[in-house]
T-cell receptor, first 117, second 115 residues
Framework: AQTVTQSQPEMSVQEAETVTLSCTYD???????LFWYKQPPSRQMILVIRQEAYKQQNATENRFSVNFQKAAKSFSLKISDSQLGDAAMYFC??????????????FGTGTRLKVLA | NAGVTQTPKFQVLKTGQSMTLQCAQDMNHEYMSWYRQDPGMGLRLIHY???????DQGEVPNGYNVSRSTTEDFPLRLLSAAPSQTSVYFCASKTLAGKRTDTQYFGPGTRLTVL
């Protein structure tokens, strides 16, 4: 079975600084997808970034980028120029690229990010 | 375009009571799912559906029933509520059309307390 682990329950960053959130996962599959979701106090989940395992290039979305290390099964999220609006719970997630995996996402326990003014 | 809506936002039940959490989406998404979120744990998939009349179990299905009679609606039923079902419940939907789409649209959540 696949697992997703986020070992940092809480992180803090000064406004305008850079912060990295860690995520490790375990799988025996070779093709899969990894995600970072943001959950602000409103509780809705927002897709921040997606990484396809077969792509070596790290995904980026504006101030958000990932460091995907497939061999190490590591998938960290870097937030540059942190803003107050980035404060939220961040979840790392996995899903298989198999046909049945399309429907089942596995989430980590989350990292609460605080942004200090 | 309301996206994914959930009702109610808050609910308190007594042990043994039954209730239905409602979820609706107006994006014509084939896929809908229910998650529960507990402190110290990630979101866990309860049930999901890939279209009207088609449902399947997720990671933690026990104690919950679902049905999908229309594309828009995917209610979650608790037949006999237990304190272990105290949680925040999220409904999510996404399209299955197109290649490898993973943008899930989540509802605002329902906070359920079972006494």
């Amino acid at each position: 079975a696949q697992t997703v682990t986020q070992s940092q329950p809480e992180m803090s960053v000064q406004e305008a600084e850079t912060v990295t959130l860690s995520c490790t996962y375990d799988t025996s599959e070779s093709d899969y997808y990894l995600f970072w979701y943001k959950q602000p106090p409103s509780r809705q989940m927002i897709l921040v970034i997606r990484q396809e395992a077969y792509k070596q290039q790290n995904a980026t979305e504006n101030r958000f980028s990932v460091n995907f290390q497939k061999a190490a099964k590591s998938f960290s999220l870097k937030i540059s120029d942190s803003q107050l609006g980035d404060a939220a719970m961040y979840f790392c997630a996995y899903r298989s690229a198999s046909a049945s995996g399309t429907y089942k996402y596995i989430f980590g326990t989350g990292t609460r990010l605080k942004v200090l003014a | 375009n309301a996206g994914v809506t959930q009702t109610p936002k808050f609910q308190v039940l007594k042990t043994g009571q039954s209730m239905t959490l409602q979820c609706a989406q107006d994006m014509n998404h084939e896929y809908m799912s229910w998650y529960r979120q507990d402190p110290g744990m990630g979101l866990r998939l309860i049930h999901y559906s890939v279209g009207a009349g088609i449902t399947d179990q997720g990671e933690v299905p026990n104690g919950y029933n679902v049905s999908r009679s229309t594309t828009e609606d995917f209610p979650l039923r608790l037949l006999s509520a237990a304190p272990s079902q105290t949680s925040v419940y999220f409904c999510a939907s996404k399209t299955l059309a197109g290649k490898r789409t993973d943008t899930q649209y989540f509802g605002p959540g329902t906070r359920l307390t079972v006494l």
